[in-house]
């Protein structure tokens, strides 16, 4: 009988330490260090509970959860079990490679959806006259960007910040138009500096598709261009945003990439006033295509990354007209690209100092009616059907005297699209302070980084922020 009982306890301390092991799924046990999911997803360096939940995706939420492509979610959101995967285990994978979060905001791939990231950015702010220049980051009288700016911007409250870049004179000769290993680091850079103020990020090609009137001044080096042809532009973009998209590949979503900018054959730039031929349409959606294409096939956290593509000249009736969404390779990660400055008369040159109905001497056809139809359209057309829509720039230049039509424009303009799922991102271009034509500063470039007009400022972010209808807007 003595030594029946230690046998006896071997055998049941066994028998109890299978029975712990198995969860019905296929082994994952309840500490957490070792998950091994129903079909076979065997995650050893993954699921490591104690409120760091690591997914072999990459989803990773305000309760410390940490995947493998670093994606944290800014707004908090966590799985439907609070602090790790929502199987009946509460530490295994709910599929075999994804996070299930409680609201929805991610597909089975990881990655946040598009409408989820459109939503989340709210309202964003332009790095303009910078990187997009083709002499390069100060060549158009702003100083070089610093942290402090970006800190500054995500203070404002603002929620993405597009990062225009210029790529040429940047890059090398045909066959493989090598970026200039500098710029494209000192592009990361400012790409870092936004993320680390947590906002989300866009870069693209900026001015490389920029139409240059015929002999006038280049202020940059444009080949991106209809009259080049499409074969002949074809290569030079997909080698640089195979380029781009290698060096980002293992970057968040918190990081866009956007195909191109206004381009256009320098005619027809809005399909109100015309329409361009059906192969100037051809062109962009062509390369709009390629785009998509290159970016998916570099692998990484690009397979799943949102992307932005605009229609010719980031037209809203181009857009309605002869707009093509790209084949994709996974859902709901497409986004379009319009830009707003109409009247440019008001908008950009400030010759018109007044606007909206009930204003002397406003444009008329252009005030708040033309306004509610435009987004009312781009609602419509695109957002209704799941392709949610950025205004990717938009703003009004001061004038001296007429700050009031400004800040009723600007606040008109924001409601509007916001109002409507669109999500609008201000065009600054620092610079100088004056008054008329492209005068957009909004924050200043220097430290401290004042904000030069806080009543437009405070109607923008009012716009995005309190709910209130639009008609109850003051005039001025």
Not at 153 to 173: C, K, L
Not at 192 to 211: E, S, T, V
Not at 445 to 453: A, F, K
Request: aromatic share 10%; glycine share 10%.
């Amino acid at each position: 009988m003595t030594h029946i009982f230690p046998r006896l306890l071997i055998v049941m301390l066994l028998l109890l330490t299978a029975c712990g092991t198995d969860n019905g799924e296929g082994g994952s046990n309840t500490t957490g260090d070792s998950d091994s999911d129903s079909d076979g997803d065997n995650d050893s360096d993954s699921d490591s509970d104690s409120d760091g939940d690591s997914d072999s995706d990459g989803d990773s939420d305000s309760d410390g959860d940490s995947d493998s492509d670093g994606d944290s979610d800014s707004d908090g959101d966590s799985d439907s079990d609070s602090d790790s995967d929502s199987d009946s285990d509460s530490d295994s994978d709910s599929d075999s490679d994804s996070d299930s979060d409680s609201d929805g905001d991610s597909d089975s791939d990881g990655g946040k959806t598009a409408e989820k990231i459109v939503a989340e950015m709210k309202i964003g702010w332009n790095l303009g006259n910078t990187l997009d220049s083709g002499g390069g980051e100060t060549a158009w009288g702003n100083p070089r960007v610093t942290q402090g700016l970006l800190d500054r911007v995500a203070d404002e409250n603002f929620g993405v910040v597009r990062i225009p870049v210029t790529w040429s004179p940047q890059f090398g000769s045909a066959p493989n138009f090598t970026i200039d290993e500098g710029w494209m680091n000192r592009v990361e850079e400012i790409v870092n500096y936004a993320l680390d103020a947590n906002m989300y990020a866009i870069i693209n090609l900026h001015h490389d598709g920029a139409y240059v009137e015929p002999n006038s001044d280049p202020w940059d080096v444009p080949w991106l261009l209809f009259e080049n042809g499409y074969d002949n532009v074809k290569d030079n973009f997909v080698a640089l945003w195979q380029q781009i998209a290698d060096r980002f590949k293992d970057y968040d979503h918190h990081l866009l990439f956007e195909s191109m900018n206004e381009v256009h054959e320098g005619k027809y730039y809005d399909c109100d006033w015309g329409s361009p031929e059906q192969a100037m349409f051809d062109f962009v959606n062509n390369l709009n295509q390629d785009f998509v294409n290159t970016v998916r096939a570099s692998g990484g956290n690009n397979i799943s990354r949102a992307l932005v593509v605009p229609g010719y000249n980031t037209s809203i009736g181009c857009a309605i007209e002869g707009f093509n969404l790209p084949t994709d390779t996974v859902a709901d990660r497409l986004i379009l690209s319009v830009h707003y400055y109409s009247p440019w008369e008001f908008a950009i040159k400030g010759e018109i100092p007044s606007w909206g109905a009930s204003s002397p001497d406003s444009l008329s056809g252009f005030n708040e009616d033309y306004v509610d139809s435009q987004f009312e359209s781009l609602k419509s057309t695109f957002v209704n059907n799941g392709l949610p829509v950025i205004m990717g720039e938009y703003g009004a230049v001061h004038v001296d005297g007429r700050e009031n039509y400004r800040r009723y424009y600007m606040e008109y303009v924001t409601k509007a699209a916001h109002d409507r799922g669109i999500t609008p991102i201000y065009w600054d271009n620092g610079g100088e302070l004056g008054s008329g034509n492209d005068k957009f500063q909004l924050i200043g470039r220097n430290d401290p980084y004042p904000v030069q007009y806080p009543d437009i400022l405070a109607a923008m972010m009012r716009a995005v922020t309190s709910d209130y209808s639009i008609n109850d807007i003051e005039t001025p």
